[in-house]
């Protein structure tokens, strides 16, 4: 099945949302990859404070996951997806008409606080209603999601020659018109009961032992994609030399999300054919972390010397190859994860357990990203081998704890939640055998 026959396949609801990540993320990236040079040049603010800024929005977003999971829970994913999207929107509008640092960071708090909102309860609405195709379902979320990041800077390189001012209005027109268009052909999905407070869905999701475990397992995905911003971009300045760092970075991200959007249908097709989704998880992240083992191992072989455009291509070629083996990793992992974490969490807790997910995925990324620079910073530069290895053990460990999970069952099956179920009733089978391993084995 190509990409647009499993397009067609889903429910009309997931399709809606799909495309409204898309242009989410096109609106998304039409503006973002600006704002730090606004900041610095237009509003003249130090760079510690364009820091701060930037630092404030990822923290806002990444911090509130869990209440954005929650509240999609209790209040449905439908509002809270569109109270998201217009929050959003009036953050993007207060970059527009915004020159004062209180306006700016007031801005950051509500674009991180919209992506908090909207984020796990588009995950959860695309979980619940997709249910047997929910593996291609977010192959093609992420299909998606890839296309946008491409054309969003695309069309922002054109809309910032008229103004930061004029981006940052088409921006937050794109997410209110997303948020209109939600209202109006999004379908309201009815609330499973609730008979406890939000204190006691909390209690469910951090005592589930059997999904921390696979959280834990999971954390160096985020964190090694990541590094395509950090890690694989400064190989790829370093290695093209003067005058070509901007254009091997460009050719970096170009070739990456042609990977994806090329490869994540096929690739989640073929390895969705197997009901047990452990060992292409555990896949996933072996090949990504082997992706971070291409660009030292060639820099010892590659000595190719000059400034000519040949030379640049032949000295990046292997830091563009990494990245298209990350990508590889990634659309084999990916899916899965999303799916597995709808089944961890059943009908009733999905946005709960999809927002406890992408907070401690955030989390980790940020202190994995530090020790990453940190390793960086004390060795022989962005193509040298600890930090490589770094990044390679992180995935190689990963993939070990998927497999480990796999052999003692505490995957869960690719079966179908039924409306009534609670979350997790599915973990009692396994319950007593893994209440009798170590402490040390049930991290």
Do not use: K
């Not at 701060?52 to 929650?70: A, H, M, P």
């Amino acid at each position: 099945m190509n990409g647009v026959d499993t397009f067609r396949a889903l429910p009309g609801a997931v399709r809606l949302l799909l495309v409204n990540h898309l242009v989410g993320h096109i609106g998304f990236y039409l503006l973002v990859p600006f704002l730090a040079d606004y900041l610095l040049d237009d509003l003249a603010l130090s760079a510690a404070v364009v820091g701060i800024v930037l630092g404030v929005r990822n923290l806002s977003q990444q911090g509130l996951f869990l209440v954005g999971g929650s509240a999609a829970d209790r209040l449905g994913a439908r509002g809270v997806i569109m109270v998201g999207l217009a929050i959003r929107a009036l953050g993007f509008a207060l970059f527009a008409v915004g020159g004062s640092l209180p306006v700016v960071l007031a801005a950051s708090v509500l674009t991180g606080f919209a992506g908090a909102l909207f984020n796990p309860a588009v995950r959860a609405f695309i979980s619940r209603d997709s249910g047997a195709h929910s593996a291609q379902a977010f192959a093609l979320f992420n299909v998606f999601g890839n296309a946008g990041s491409a054309i969003g800077p695309v069309l922002g390189t054109v809309l910032i020659a008229a103004g930061f001012r004029i981006s940052a209005l088409v921006a937050a027109a794109i997410f209110a018109v997303l948020a209109v268009v939600q209202w109006l052909l999004l379908p309201a999905r009815p609330l499973p009961a609730h008979e406890h407070g939000v204190g006691a869905d909390f209690a469910t999701v951090f005592t589930d032992r059997r999904f921390w475990a696979f959280t834990l397992a999971l954390m160096p995905m985020f964190a090694l994609q990541s590094q395509i911003y950090f890690l694989f971009t400064l190989q790829a300045q370093d290695s093209a030399g003067p005058g070509h760092g901007p254009a091997a970075v460009a050719a970096l991200f170009v070739v990456e999300t042609i990977a994806v959007v090329a490869l994540q249908v096929r690739v989640t097709t073929v390895l969705a054919r197997r009901p047990q989704r452990g060992p292409a998880m555990a896949l996933g992240m072996a090949i990504m972390g082997a992706a971070f083992l291409l660009p030292p191992a060639a820099a010892g072989i590659i000595t190719f010397e000059g400034n000519s455009v040949a030379g640049t291509v032949i000295r990046v070629a292997p830091v563009v190859a990494a990245a298209v083996l990350l990508a590889i990793g990634v659309t084999a992992v990916q899916p899965f994860v999303n799916e597995a974490i709808g089944r961890f969490a059943g009908t009733r807790l999905t946005g709960t357990y999809f927002g406890a997910f992408y907070l401690a995925s955030g989390l980790f990324t940020v202190v994995a990203t530090s020790v990453t620079g940190a390793v960086l910073d004390r060795t022989g530069g962005p193509s040298s081998w600890p930090p490589a290895l770094l990044c390679a053990a992180a995935g190689l460990l990963s993939a070990v704890a998927l497999l480990r999970l796999h052999q003692r069952n505490l995957l869960p099956d690719n079966t179908i939640s039924q409306p009534d179920q609670e979350p997790n009733v599915e973990r009692d089978a396994t319950a007593t055998a893994y209440d009798t391993n170590s402490p040390g084995e049930r991290r």
